[in-house]
């Protein structure tokens, strides 16, 4: 059970009183990695927030491992660190590099814990208030308010050359420390997981932040805890965007979607049918791949880009289950019916 704290009172959005009930199920986190052969440990600091009496404990997955030649690296030891400054030993659960998310577990007995309740990520509104609880700069304990300023944010990730496909920008300030901290509603509910900021030219906070959202964060907590390793659905498709203007030059029966421009030979979207563009061409200054076909729809929820089909791929749907694919091919209109594999990161 991992929502197990009450929210805070709802009404007026009151930093303070987030504050003093959510700030003690925020911990600090080192991590002690291989390092410099003078100097044989190098440690990095994050955060992460208890979100279970059973000891399980969110933060970001960049935040507890490295990356070499071979991937990713767990670190050799973790400690989390309590704003009364009692700290713990902390076992790896696992992690997961697409979304950025890492689980760790610490005894239940070894300290008082006080879950934070988590949110519902999916209802988020543009100018809705927030703050961010962890440990900017490794000083622990620090809170800062903002708002969402945009939601469903591509950015580059920072341990994987992927994107982070669904993530929160918020302006509150968020600095190295802040990374897998807890994101905080009115309700004193998080609902994502601090993962990166923008950095401006001088090498300080430029405005803008990011977030897991935390219905993101669960799909990867649930499967970490429960199997150690986290599978998303994989249809084999590439895509880009389909736009009304490259609808109208090249007559697709779609004003949005997702034009497929490759597919994995023998993937659940080869077989069933899904066909690739195989023409490359320049439109409006942009390369673009054409004359295949445009996905529009997944089990009736719209498809209004390429970032679209890749987030409900692997956010609503899942492995080994069947789902109807809307195309638009040309002027014509189908459905297709694709059973999904699995892949892991390695699979990407």
């Known amino acids: ?65 490295q990356q070499d030649q071979h991937g990713a690296v767990a670190a050799k030891a973790v400690y989390v660190t309590f704003p009364d400054g009692d700290r713990v030993h902390a076992k790896i659960v696992g ?22 309740p988590l949110g519902d990520s999916r209802r988020l509104a543009v100018g809705e208030p927030v703050a961010a609880l962890g440990s900017p700069l490794g000083d622990p304990n620090a809170l800062t308010v903002g708002v969402i300023s945009a939601l469903q944010r591509v950015i580059p990730s920072l341990i994987t050359s992927s994107d982070l496909l669904d993530t929160i920008q918020i302006d509150a300030p968020i600095a190295h420390g802040n990374s897998g901290g807890p994101i905080l509603n009115g309700r004193g509910e998080a609902i994502g997981i601090a993962a990166q900021t923008q950095v401006g030219p001088n090498g300080g906070f430029d405005g803008v932040g990011y977030a897991v959202p935390i219905h993101v964060a669960q799909h990867s907590l649930n499967q970490l ?51 690739p563009g195989h023409r490359n061409v320049t439109f409006l200054d942009q390369q673009i791949t054409v004359g295949g076909d445009a996905v529009t729809a997944v089990d009736g929820i719209p498809v209004t880009d390429a970032n679209d089909l890749a987030r409900i791929v692997a956010e609503d749907l899942r492995p080994g289950e069947y789902a109807r694919f809307s195309i638009a091919r040309g002027s014509r209109r189908l459905e297709l019916r694709v059973q999904l594999g699995s892949r892991s990161y390695e699979q990407q």
């Open 1 to 65: 059970q991992l929502v197990v704290s009450k929210p805070v009172l709802s009404g007026a959005f009151r930093p303070s009183r987030i504050y003093s009930q959510r700030s003690p199920g925020v911990v600090t986190i080192s991590s002690e990695f291989d390092g410099p052969q003078s100097t044989g440990i190098a440690t990095e600091i994050g955060s992460g927030f208890v979100v279970s009496l059973g000891g399980a404990v969110l933060t970001a997955a960049h935040v507890i491992t």
């Open 95 to 116: 992690w997961d590099l697409v979304d950025d998310v890492g689980v760790l577990t610490i005894n239940p007995k070894s300290h008082d814990l006080r879950p934070i």
């Open 225 to 275: 805890l429960s199997t150690g390793h986290v599978l998303y659905a994989w249809a084999g498709i590439s895509a880009e965007d389909l736009t009304p203007a490259i609808a109208k030059r090249f007559g697709y029966a779609a004003q949005h979607g997702a034009l497929v421009d490759g597919i994995a030979l023998g993937g659940p979207a080869s077989s069933a049918g899904i066909r």
